[in-house]
């Protein structure tokens, strides 16, 4: 199951560009990173520039509000606007934990979640491990089925 653009529709107010739905394969907090139908999330000043996030295949991208977005982002491109990078990839996450809902079919396509800042792992204390995340619900869903 993958992550939906109109997913984040329902989650940010505040937003500009297309609202297609689309599917996100992958949600990166890196630009350089390979990130196909991704969902770009730069939430520190290392994250690298939405130009490159693009090229590497980022359709739609989350943003702070305080910073101007730059000149060359197209008219079209999906932006979704934040006063907090990090608190928005935590929603992110707990919204895609919701929509799988215990659905943890090993032969299931799923969002790639391409997260490598450790602000993320420290401004909070639950766990950003989304495979982690998936692996608990896989082994719930099966003791329930069990007993």
């Given amino acids: 199951m993958f992550l939906a653009l109109k997913d984040l529709v329902n989650l940010f107010n505040d937003k500009q560009g297309i ?13 350089a990173e390979e990130q196909p139908m ?22 739609a991208a989350v ?19 934040t ?6 990839m935590r929603e992110i996450i707990n919204l895609y934990i919701e929509k799988l809902d215990g659905e943890t079919n090993k032969n299931m396509d799923r969002t790639n979640f391409k997260i490598s800042n450790n602000t993320l ?3 909070n204390n639950q766990t950003y ?6 692996a608990k619900l896989l082994t719930q869903n099966n003791q329930e089925r069990r007993g």
């Fill in 19 to 31: 609202q297609d739905d689309v599917l996100f394969r992958t949600i990166s907090d890196k630009a």
């Fill in 38 to 59: 991704g969902l770009f999330v730069p939430v520190n000043s290392e994250a690298g520039e939405l130009l490159e996030a693009i090229s590497h295949g980022a359709i």
């Fill in 63 to 81: 943003w702070d509000k305080e910073k101007t977005l730059p000149r060359y982002t197209p008219t079209q491109f999906p932006i979704f606007f």
């Fill in 83 to 88: 006063n907090d990078l990090v608190e928005a």
């Fill in 121 to 123: 792992l420290n401004k």
């Fill in 129 to 134: 491990d989304i495979a982690g995340q998936l």
